[in-house]
C-alpha cells in the first residue's frame, strides 16, 4: 500500500515540530546547580583526607612498625586458607522452642 504525498509532508511536520521542541529543552541551564556541582565530592575528597596540607610540611604518618605491619598482613591472609572456628550457642534461662 503506497502512502499519500500528504501523509508523509504530515508525518515530516511532525516530526521536525517534535525535534524542535527536544532541541529547546537541551539548551536550558540550571544556574543554582551548576554554581554548586562537585561540591559533595569536594567536601568527601577532603573528609578523608588525613593531612590536607603540603607533603613536606606534614609528619610521616604514624601507624605500625615494619615487622608488625608484615605479621598483620600475613595473619589477615592465613585467614582466608581455613573457615573460622565455629561454636554452639548455648541456650542458658531462655524457652526452648517445640516443647
Do not use: W
Not at 54 to 74: F, R
Amino acid at each position: 500500500m503506497k502512502q499519500q504525498p500528504h501523509a508523509s509532508l504530515a508525518l515530516l511536520s511532525i516530526s521536525l515540530m517534535a525535534t524542535s521542541q527536544l532541541a529547546g529543552c537541551i539548551n536550558q541551564t540550571t544556574p543554582a546547580l551548576d554554581a554548586t556541582f562537585g561540591n559533595a565530592v569536594r567536601a568527601a575528597r577532603q573528609a578523608q583526607t588525613l593531612k590536607p596540607g603540603p607533603p613536606e610540611q606534614n609528619d610521616p604518618t604514624q601507624g605500625l612498625d615494619a615487622k608488625a605491619a608484615v605479621n598483620l598482613i600475613e595473619r589477615y591472609q592465613d585467614s582466608y586458607k581455613s573457615p573460622p572456628k565455629t561454636f554452639e550457642v548455648l541456650n542458658l534461662g531462655g524457652a526452648v522452642s517445640g516443647q
